[in-house]
């Protein structure tokens, strides 16, 4: 049964540009959150989604966006990349209880790391 | 205020020793969930322990307990018997009933085991 899985695993961007990251979320679980980890520092909520949608969003802009499709993966997008996007981004899935805000099973992905050069 | 406080950036032990790793909390709600994740050089986030606000015992997990002192709000990390594959960061984090399954993370405690 694989865990959750990130892709790709390392990226180098040039200011300004944007990135897409991928992450497909363990078997059975719906909801799919996305931290950043600047070096040194412990991860920084992003966001999470479920069914589709953003359903909290942790103190960043909006550069920072997001996707969940009908199979539950999900995309996080930056747009306007600054150096100080550079940070492993850690994407954790999870699964909730119908009509539930709270989620069980928090298993995290290996992380992509962004350079922003 | 920070909610998660982790007062050691770093810890040596040696092998075969038991070492603690410290973590405070802050919150007001009554409901909260505390967790330990083992991050190794890779990167993953590796999950070792949880201690709901509502359990009447201390959790343990193998060769991990977790020391829950409700009153004093703090939650360290025991782990017994020390071995090589034990040096990596740990982090505490928190999940508080109103945030919903948010974690909020404290910095870190970087732990190297000794032969």
């Known amino acids: 049964d694989a865990g959750v899985t990130q892709s790709p695993t390392h990226l180098i961007k040039t200011r300004g540009q944007q990135v897409t990251l991928r992450c497909s979320p363990k078997?059975?679980?719906?909801?799919v959150s996305w931290y950043q980890q600047a070096l040194g520092q412990g991860p920084q909520f992003i966001f999470q989604?479920?069914?589709?949608?953003?359903?909290q969003r942790g103190n960043f802009p909006d550069r920072f966006s997001g996707h969940q499709f009908p199979n539950y993966s999900s995309e996080l997008n930056v747009n306007a990349l600054l150096l100080g996007d550079s940070a492993l981004y850690l994407c954790?899935?999870?699964?909730?209880?119908?009509?539930?805000?709270?989620?069980?099973?928090?298993?995290f992905g290996s992380g992509t790391r962004l350079t922003v050069v | 205020a920070q909610k998660i406080t982790q007062t050691q950036p770093g810890m040596f032990v040696q092998e075969k020793e038991a070492v603690t790793l410290d973590c405070t909390y802050d919150?007001?709600?009554?409901?909260?969930?505390l967790f330990w994740y083992k991050q190794p050089s890779s990167g993953e986030m590796i999950f070792l322990i949880y201690?709901?606000?509502?359990?009447?015992q201390n959790a343990t997990e193998g060769r991990y307990s977790l020391n829950f002192q409700k009153a004093r709000k703090s939650a360290n990390l025991v782990i017994s018997a020390s071995q090589l594959g034990d040096s990596a960061m740990y982090f505490c984090?928190?999940?508080?009933?109103?945030?919903?399954?948010?974690?909020?993370f404290g910095e870190g405690t970087q732990l190297t085991v000794n032969p």
């Open positions: 954790a899935s999870s699964w909730r209880l119908k009509g539930r805000r709270r989620t069980y099973g928090y298993t």
């Open positions: 078997s059975g679980h719906d909801t």
């Open positions: 989604y479920y069914e589709e949608e953003e359903r």
């Open positions: 919150t007001s709600d009554p409901s909260y969930g």
């Open positions: 201690q709901g606000s509502y359990d009447q």
């Open positions: 984090a928190m999940r508080e009933g109103t945030s919903g399954s948010r974690l909020t």
